[in-house]
């Protein structure tokens, strides 16, 4: 919605027809999630590897605050990392943080 007055710029510039704005994340991508066990090790110890597995198996979920819950373990938010991944990379395009 705050990108829609913007729209045309971005399309010419872009040079491309169409722009699509959408927040309908899960038909263009998906969040992949990696604990760091650097960070979180040293305070969760080995509820650490607990909480890679439960990651890897999509059995994690992040907290409206901000925080991980994985298997036995919270995650603080710099205790894991999330990025969108394009389902269709060629067309797809996520703005950073604050865009």
């Known amino acids: 919605a705050r990108l829609e ?3 045309e710029l971005i399309a010419d510039e872009l040079n491309v027809k169409a722009v699509e704005l959408t927040d309908d994340i899960a038909s263009h991508g998906r969040f992949e999630l990696t ?3 650097r ?11 607990a909480a890679i ?7 994690a979920v992040v907290n409206a605050d901000g925080t991980l819950t994985a298997g036995p373990a ?3 938010a710099e205790e894991y990392s999330s990025r969108l991944v394009a389902a269709d990379p060629e067309f797809t395009a996520a703005l950073p943080d604050g865009a």
Not at 53 to 59: C, L, R, S, Y
């Open 39 to 49: 960070v979180a090790g040293p305070r969760i110890g080995k509820d650490v590897q």
């Open 53 to 59: 597995k439960a990651v890897k198996a999509g059995e």
């Open 5 to 7: 007055p913007y729209r």
């Open 74 to 76: 919270v995650l603080l």
């Open 35 to 37: 604990v760091n066990a």
